[in-house]
């Protein structure tokens, strides 16, 4: 992650053939679990801004929307129940 909060992803995303309906997910996956939990940390770490190595840089909310995250947007001391209450469906 860069200090402006985007990250140079590699394969774990993509932004084109958007016709094939993979969304932001790499083309071909052995474990769509494994890229998701990628996902997570990375938006769990602040990151706003994805620059894939196939297609052109996007919001990382989308990956919010595609794999159906909840993602935390805690920080500080009261991390900790921040996440508890996102875990359970309640906002801070």
């Known amino acids: 992650m860069l200090f ?3 990250a140079f992803v590699g394969d774990a ?3 084109f053939l958007r016709w094939t309906g993979v969304r932001n997910r790499p083309i071909y996956v052995e474990d769509i679990e494994t890229v998701y939990e990628s996902w ?3 938006r769990e770490h602040g990151v706003r801004v994805i ?6 840089f996007f919001s ?3 990956f919010d929307k595609s794999a159906g995250l909840a993602v935390s947007t ?4 009261d ?6 209450n996102n875990a359970a469906g309640r906002d801070k």
């Open 40 to 42: 997570r940390k990375l």
């Open 13 to 15: 995303a993509m932004n």
């Open 60 to 62: 990382a909310v989308k």
């Open 4 to 6: 402006d909060r985007s």
């Open 51 to 56: 620059y894939p190595s196939h297609g052109k």
């Open 79 to 84: 991390m900790l129940l921040c996440r508890i």
């Open 74 to 77: 805690c920080s500080g001391y």
